[in-house]
T-cell receptor, first 112, second 114 residues
Framework: SQQGEEDPQALSIQEGENATMNCSYK?????LQWYRQNSGRGLVHLIL?????REKHSGRLRVTLDTSKKSSSLLITASRAADTASYFC????????????FGGGTRLMVKP | DAGITQSPRHKVTETGTPVTLRCHQT?????MYWYRQDPGHGLRLIHY???????DKGEVSDGYSVSRSKTEDFLLTLESATSSQTSVYFC?????????????FGPGTRLTVL
């Protein structure tokens, strides 16, 4: 099974609404990262949150991390049609060297 | 795509043939990675490199080998392609260890093994 599991697998909202995606993981981590993938393209890094941080902001993005629950959430506020993409969380485990482990992703569709 | 190119972008091959995918970077980053992406599995790490001639296995390395003779090039070889290796392959780079910093991804190679 995967270290990171995103929930929901798919999300459809109207432009202007907020989108929340969740990620759960199983083992202790050094940090957790969120990436976006537009259809047919490579992944793009959005934000990194370290295990000693609880919340981080970047523009319209807000990420939270709860290490006691082994979960993270990504909130996109005031969504736009251009936010339509798949979003992946990736965890850097303490005992996994240089490796990131990616979840299965959440497919977000923002309708204009 | 952060100075990363992958070649070929698309390839169709037959079971049992060897296949080599190339990743080329112009960023002079130390770390390079090969992932495969399949529906329902997200991205899974195949191999990575932490310097010229320094490589290590990822979680799905069976059936794959890699080589890095120059900083800018990281080759992924499927010794004898199988249908289960049909996938989209992504190369990624990072300046420092990818576990503590962002990774930059290439555009991907879609490989079909018949």
């Amino acid at each position: 099974s995967q270290q990171g599991e995103e929930d929901p697998q798919a999300l459809s909202i109207q432009e202007g609404e907020n989108a929340t995606m969740n990620c759960s993981y199983k083992t202790s981590i050094n940090n957790l990262q969120w990436y976006r993938q537009n259809s047919g393209r490579g992944l793009v890094h959005l934000i990194l949150i370290r295990s000693n941080e609880r919340e981080k902001h970047s523009g319209r993005l807000r990420v939270t991390l709860d290490t006691s629950k082994k979960s993270s959430s990504l909130l996109i506020t005031a969504s736009r049609a251009a936010d339509t993409a798949s979003y992946f969380c990736a965890t850097a485990r303490d005992n996994a060297g240089n490796m990131l482990t990616f979840g299965g992703g959440t497919r977000l569709m923002v309708k204009p | 795509d952060a100075g990363i190119t992958q070649s070929p972008r698309h390839k169709v091959t037959e079971t049992g043939t060897p296949v080599t995918l190339r990743c080329h970077q112009t960023e002079n980053h130390r770390y390079m990675y090969w992932y495969r992406q399949d529906p329902g599995h997200g991205l899974r790490l195949i191999h990575y490199s932490y310097g010229v001639k320094d490589t290590d296995k990822g979680e799905v390395s069976d059936g794959y080998s890699v080589s890095r003779s120059k900083t800018e090039d990281f080759l992924l070889t499927l010794e004898s392609a199988t249908s289960s290796q049909t996938s989209v392959y992504f190369c990624a780079i990072s300046a420092t260890s990818g576990r503590s910093n962002e990774q930059f991804f290439g555009p991907g190679t879609r490989l079909t093994v018949l």
